[in-house]
């Protein structure tokens, strides 16, 4: 699904150039959840960034769903983020004067998509993640649960080829971050491929498989036994 | 364009427009304001314009009365202090000598310039008005209006020197009774008995007569008051399109000559240019318009530069939300025309807004003006002037939204998601 080759990225900082990403080699198969670790600084969500197309690389090759990412515009690059990703980020990031359906059909208008089906998907993306009484809710009318949750079923809408999740507990307390590791692993127990960037040892071991990124590097790629969330919720 | 005509879109804007009211009624004020402004300032201004022009209504445009004073410049054995006396053959003469002359009225008048009125009377009724003696060419310069079943003097009264009358309303309302027709009835001038043939309308929005005035025939009036061919002032009007000053000179150069009067002699006649007086108050008029259109569109665009202010603020409040449209799958084209249909859409609402309360306003005025003698009638604003000023809005509103809408694409998405 995902195949990157020898991916490299700087930042330049003044004078200084800051160089983040240092040859990165790794591809994701689908249906996989692959949890990619690392301390502040490691480069993990420069890496996401890039496989989110919100970022470009300096040099190295990627491949998504075989569509060689190259030469991005930024119409390009929304067209395929459409299309492929779906985007799940620590502050939630929900439109806060759209309520929850709104918010979960907007990647959905950006599709084209007429108003009505648009609603009718959203209202089923929310039931899935169970807060179809919610629907007509402002995000600051939700719980931090909640809101990610909305955020998920928004991300599930557009059915990406891949799900890319930016801390997603980051913000949440770990009752609630087990629930929404819970309906992570659900959402890939349906097929779907997942990526989860955390620092938190426990949400990496609800993983499939976990990628450690040091200074710019992967220095481990290992699969896990998958500890199930639901245990602990 | 596409995007123009798609609900989706248009639900989009709504949504984000509605869902900001502070911000969307703080944008709008400031168009609806400068759209107000300009309305109402140029309603107004067309209003005295139309003030003015019914004031001159009832009046060639173009005319001017001469009439004759008395030397200043001693001339060809003439002591100064002359006399002079206008004769109906001078008509003749100009008619002939300047081709810029459209109409000649030769007039005379007892009631005014120091004469007796005379004492008008019917059965045991009588009142005292001024009468004027006057050609059919007189009504080509200053219309006159005349009730149904009634007509002013024609060539065979002159031919004929018939005892005819035109009278005015008030002399209708003070010699006949109420339901008794004039047409056709006597009244006494001077103890000569006239026939009435038709009452002219007065004109109270101005211009010049009265509503008592009664014309007669020239030709009778020279008979009845014995003067022979003089003739009191000639109300002359010229072709639309000369130069009524230069024409005014000409006039007063031919009667210094045919009365041998000194060339130089300024006094010796008299003129009021009329033309002269209406352009004068029409270029004022037309100074005003284009000072309220000046003032309206600079408040207008000062208006529209407050909502490309504000829509520029706001992106940088939305950058974030627009960061996770972007994450979410919308072009930089989209993300733009959304910011710039926001401020197209604002402007307008704002701009429809502003005339609707502009026109309101005039209504207003022009009902507290209705009653007074203020040249002020019908404040309109001319549809031109409104879409143009709309034209000038939405035109304004896209260049101004092209600026917020740059910077909202100029920030990279990742940026704009990262920015707290």
């Known amino acids: ?97 759209k309520n929850a359906m709104e918010n979960v059909a907007l990647p959905l208008y950006y599709q084209k998509m007429g108003r009505k089906e ?41 059915e990406p080829k891949v799900l890319l999740a930016d801390e997603p507990t980051g913000a949440l307390d770990s009752k609630t971050s087990y629930e929404v590791m819970d309906l992570i692993q659900k959402i890939n127990d349906q097929g779907n491929t997942i990526l989860v960037v955390t620092h938190e040892e426990d949400i990496a071991h609800m993983c499939k498989r976990i990628v450690h990124l040091k200074d710019g590097i992967i220095v481990k790629d290992e699969k896990v036994k998958q500890v199930r969330a639901s245990e602990y919720v | 364009m596409r995007l123009l005509f798609d609900r989706n879109t248009w639900q989009e804007i709504f949504g984000s427009i509605g869902k900001n009211k502070v911000r969307t009624i703080i944008t709008i004020v400031g168009v609806l304001w400068g759209i107000f402004i300009y309305i109402a300032l140029s309603g107004a201004a067309k209003g005295m314009d139309n003030g003015f022009e019914s004031m001159f209504e009832s009046i060639a445009r173009n005319s001017m009365f001469v009439w004759a004073q008395s030397t200043s410049i001693p001339h060809e054995g003439f002591k100064t202090g002359r006399q002079l006396q206008l004769k109906l053959e001078d008509a003749a003469m100009m008619e002939n000598r300047i081709p810029e002359l ?118 009778t009036y020279k008979k009845l008051y014995n003067t022979g061919d003089n003739v009191g002032w000639f109300s002359i009007a010229a072709h639309d399109d000369v130069d009524v000053v230069k024409v005014e000179d000409n006039i007063k150069a031919l009667l210094r000559n045919i009365h041998r009067v000194h060339p130089d002699d300024e006094r010796a006649f008299g003129s009021f240019n009329l033309g002269e007086a209406f352009n004068r108050i029409i270029g004022f008029s037309k100074g005003i318009t284009f ?49 710039i249909l926001e401020s197209v859409f604002l402007t307008m ?72």
């Open chain 1, 118 to 158: 648009r609603q009718e998907k959203a209202l089923k993306y929310l039931g899935q993640v169970g807060l179809t009484e919610w629907a007509t809710h402002l995000p600051n009318e939700l719980s931090g649960g909640q809101k990610q949750r909305v955020a998920i079923a928004r991300a599930m809408a557009a």
């Open chain 2, 349 to 420: 609402i704002a701009g429809i807004m502003g005339i609707i309360l502009g026109a309101a306003t005039l209504k207003l005025i022009n009902s507290f003006t209705q009653d007074i003698d203020f040249p002020y009638t019908n404040p309109t604003v001319p549809i031109p002037y409104v879409l143009g000023a709309l034209a000038i809005m939405v035109i304004l509103g896209t260049l101004i939204g092209l600026i917020p809408a740059q910077r909202a694409v100029s920030i990279k998405p990742i940026d704009a998601l990262r920015e707290e």
């Open chain 2, 102 to 219: 459209q109409y000649i009225a030769p007039r005379n008048v007892k009631g005014f310039f120091g004469s007796e009125p005379a004492i008008i009377g019917r059965k045991n009724k009588s009142g005292s008005y001024p009468v004027f003696g006057d050609f059919p060419v007189f009504t080509k310069i200053a219309p006159k209006k005349i009730y149904d079943g009634g007509r002013f003097i024609n060539d065979e009264d002159i031919d004929q020197a018939r005892k005819v009358a035109v009278i005015g309303e008030r002399t209708q309302q003070e010699l006949f009774e109420k339901d008794e027709d004039p047409i056709g009835g006597y009244i006494k001038i001077d103890d000569v008995y006239f026939q009435v043939i038709g009452v002219h309308k007065f004109d109270p929005s101005g211009g010049f007569g009265g509503d008592g005035d009664i014309f007669i025939p020239f030709a």
């Open chain 2, 291 to 339: 000072l309220s259109l000046i003032v309206g569109i600079a408040t207008i665009l000062a208006g529209v530069i407050g909502i490309g202010n504000i829509l520029l603020i706001s992106v940088k409040e939305r950058t974030k939300e627009l960061g996770v449209r972007r994450a979410l799958g919308a072009t930089p084209r989209e993300v733009r025309s959304q910011i």
């Open chain 1, 1 to 97: 699904m995902i195949e990157i080759k020898d991916l490299h990225k700087s930042y330049k900082m003044g004078s200084n150039s800051l160089h983040v990403l240092k040859g990165i080699n790794f591809s994701v198969e689908e249906g996989e959840l692959v949890a990619i670790m690392g301390s502040s600084g490691s480069g993990k969500s420069t890496l996401l960034n890039i496989l989110g197309m919100l970022d470009e690389a300096n040099s190295g090759e990627y491949t998504l769903d075989g569509v060689p990412i190259k030469d991005l515009n930024e119409t390009k690059a929304a067209k395929y983020r459409n299309k492929f990703l779906g985007f799940v980020f620590q502050s939630f990031n929900l439109i806060n004067y």
